[in-house]
């Protein structure tokens, strides 16, 4: 089940440079314009063999210039409703300011596990200030410096503790699960209905009328399988929040609870931002992929000739990876939404792949010796023996050679291509690692 981390707070307190400390990389872009970054603002850590998705709330404030409340308050109020441990961030340079203890008495009111987090106490000096902090009526503060990285081990076994248990009810058997995935009003709960005969979910022009992500157990036609739906009823109240967050919110908890994620692309639209950005955290998930183009029937042009351009510009968007199947279809006329369960289907089997070593060693290393792996520095990579890693979430390849680290990434992308080639893997990425014989 995927356990979702949340740092909230006001602008400035360090909020991006905790995600990068968190998540190890400097993926969140460190600065104070507005909407800096949006894809960017997710990603996965690990401590004590707990993994974890991290969210930053900050750098979707839409225009940064005039941020008001209730901007800060609508990512507040989301991350009270998708997190399971909120970071609630506050400068201890500062202080208690208006604007922190606006927060703190929304995040009082929750019934979420929240965690004061005292920021840029850089020399240790600050720790008297820290006391203040308690005054916020949220329970004892930590303190960190996202900077330098001191404090966080600390604050890490802490969200830890306070992760509540399986966050989720999950269906218990072992069956394939498919995500339907896509930007608001692409279609996703139009689908659904179609393939469950039923109006499950409420239909509407609004984006992002859906909302938790649901179940469902998929059994006729010889298919048997849960489709992961980010589904249900939007509250009244909440409108009018940024849906680009939300759907990506969404999003998150549907891709990492499935197997195969259905992405739903708009074909009166193509393909834009948001949806490489649902594309990226499938990727980062390491998840199955079937694209499906919808609202097909709709479509101006349906010559063969479009469909080519269509596909390409996809391919082109989602490069580097680029074998997944691409289905045009409509989910309002069910035009081909079978073939998108078959697909989804065997892109599962895909997943599941197991060659034998003797065959992989036999077709690969013909291709090897016809193109080996270039020269470094005067030194042959000789790459001697090639296995599959067994119980791996994808197709995992295990290279065996002299000199792993002389191995570039072009070289690493032909070898992929040519497995590729020879074993149908199809919509599955797939990981190859290189290891001293």
Not at 174 to 195: D, M, T, Y
Not at 280 to 295: A, F, P, T, W, Y
Not at 342 to 347: F, N, P, R, S
């Amino acid at each position: 089940m995927g356990r979702l981390v949340a740092i909230v707070g006001r602008p400035n307190v360090g909020k991006s440079t905790l995600f990068n400390r968190l998540t190890q990389t400097r993926a969140a872009i460190v600065n104070d314009t507005s909407g800096t970054t949006r894809d960017r603002q997710y990603g996965m850590m690990e401590w004590n063999g707990m993994e974890m998705s991290v969210v930053d709330t900050g750098g979707w404030v839409v225009n940064s210039e005039d941020i008001f409340e209730s901007e800060i308050n609508k990512q507040v109020y989301l991350a009270i409703e998708e997190a399971d441990v909120i970071l609630f961030v506050v400068d201890i340079k500062n202080g208690i300011t208006d604007l922190d203890d606006h927060v703190a008495g929304i995040l009082r009111k929750a019934k979420k596990p929240v965690i004061v987090v005292t920021n840029k106490d850089d020399n240790n000096e600050s720790i008297y200030a820290e006391a203040e902090f308690y005054a916020l009526g949220l329970g004892q503060p930590y303190s960190i410096s996202a900077i330098n990285g001191t404090g966080t081990g600390d604050l890490l076994d802490e969200v830890v503790r306070r992760m509540p248990e399986g966050s989720i009810d999950e269906p218990i058997d072992e069956l394939p699960r498919f995500a339907i995935v896509g930007r608001p009003n692409a279609g996703k709960s139009s689908l659904v209905n179609s393939l469950m005969d039923e109006q499950r979910n409420i239909v509407t022009d609004i984006a992002g009328t859906t909302r938790d992500s649901i179940y469902s157990r998929y059994n006729k036609f010889g298919f048997d399988f849960y489709l992961v739906d980010t589904a249900g009823i939007r509250k009244k109240n909440k409108v009018n929040e940024d849906i680009e967050y939300y759907s990506v919110l969404r999003s998150i908890r549907a891709i990492e609870n499935s197997d195969v994620c259905i992405l739903i692309i708009d074909a009166t639209r193509g393909i834009e931002a948001q949806d490489v950005n649902i594309f990226s955290i499938i990727q980062k998930n390491r998840k199955g992929l079937v694209v499906l183009v919808n609202k097909w029937d709709i479509a101006e042009e349906k010559s063969q000739q479009s469909i080519k351009v269509m596909e390409a510009a996809i391919r082109e968007r989602l490069a580097p990876f680029t074998d997944f199947p691409i289905i045009f279809g409509s989910a309002l006329t069910k035009q081909r939404i079978y073939k998108v369960l078959e697909t989804a289907i065997d892109v599962y089997k895909n997943r599941q792949i197991t060659i034998p070593t003797s065959q992989l060693n036999n077709v690969l290393q013909e291709d090897i010796q016809a193109f080996p792996p270039p020269a470094v520095k005067g030194k042959y990579v000789k790459i001697k023996y090639i296995t599959m890693l067994k119980g791996a979430q994808v197709p995992t390849f295990i290279f065996f050679c002299n000199l792993p680290q002389w191995i570039r990434d072009p070289y690493k992308r032909y070898l992929e291509n040519k497995i590729r080639e020879h074993w149908n893997l199809n919509g599955t990425m797939i990981n190859l690692f290189f290891r001293e014989k």
